[in-house]
C-alpha cells in the first residue's frame, strides 16, 4: 500500500515546544568572532534570559523577515499584542509607513483631525503630496503670501532663481533695494566670481573703492593672495619693511 508523504512546513510550530533550553539546540550554537561559544534562538523564538520561547503570532500577522518578532498584515496596526483593523477614512488609502496611522490622505486633501479635508489651493499654485505648508505650493514666478501667491516682480538686469519664488541680478549687477545696479569696477580690478563684486589685480590692494599700488620692500616678495607682501627666508616683517633675523 502506496502511503502519501506528509506535507512539511518551513515554519516551525509554534506551539509544539512553549520553551526549550539553549543547550537543547546545537543547530543554533556557533563560535563568535572571539571563538567562544555562543547560541540563538531558532527562526520562530525569542531569547527570554536562559531560555526560547515560541513567538505568539496573534491573527493578521505574521512572523518577520528576522523571524524574531511579528508584524501585523497590511491594512491592521498594532496595537499592544494584537493587530486591529485600519479604518481608512474617505478620500484616503491604507498605508504601512513607519510612524503613519495605517492611512494616507489622497492627493488633493490634507489630514484634519483623523479626516481627509480637500486642499484649497489658491490662484497660481497647484497641490502637492506633502502636508507641509497646507498641501499646496506656488507656481513659478510666484511667492507665497499669507494664504496665497504673489507674483514675483524681476527688475532690468535681473532672473528668476532655480527656485522660482525670489530673484537675483545678472552678472556685473549687484541688488540694490528692488533693483539690479552696474557694479563699478576701478581701474586694475576685475569682477569677482559672484559677478556682484570686484577684487583687486595682483600687485594691488583695495583702499574704499580704489585698487592702490602694493609697496613691495626690500627682502620680500608679493605673497599668494597677490594683495600683500611676505619676507623673505632669514628677513622678518617690522611694519613696512624687512629685516633680518
Known sequence: MLVAPAF?????????????????VPASIHADRY?????????????????????????????SA??????CNRGYQRMGERCAAVKVPDNAHADDQPFAPGWECDRGYLAVNGTCTP????????????????????????????????AVMVPAHGFLQ???????CDRSFRKQADACAPV?????????????????ERGF??????????????????AYS??????VDGFRRQGEACIAN
Open 162 to 168: 532655480r527656485g522660482g519664488d525670489d530673484w537675483d
Open 226 to 231: 597677490g594683495n600683500d607682501w611676505t619676507c
Open 66 to 71: 528576522f523571524g524574531n518578532e511579528w508584524e
Open 184 to 200: 563699478e569696477v576701478p581701474a586694475n580690478a576685475y569682477l569677482d566670481g559672484t559677478g556682484h563684486g570686484w577684487k583687486c
Open 35 to 63: 571563538g567562544r561559544s555562543a547560541w540563538e534562538c531558532p527562526r520562530g523564538f525569542q531569547e527570554r534570559g536562559e531560555t526560547c520561547v515560541a513567538i505568539k503570532v496573534p491573527a493578521n500577522a505574521y512572523l
Open 119 to 150: 486642499v484649497l489651493v489658491p490662484a497660481n499654485a497647484y497641490a502637492v503630496d506633502s502636508a507641509f505648508n497646507g498641501g499646496w505650493e506656488c507656481d513659478r514666478g510666484y511667492r507665497r503670501d499669507g494664504k496665497g501667491c504673489t
Open 205 to 222: 590692494r583695495r583702499q574704499g573703492s580704489i585698487c592702490e599700488p602694493l609697496v613691495v620692500p626690500t627682502s620680500a616678495y608679493i
Open 8 to 24: 512539511v512546513s518551513s515554519q516551525p510550530t509554534l506551539t509544539a515546544t512553549p520553551a526549550i533550553a539553549p543547550g537543547a
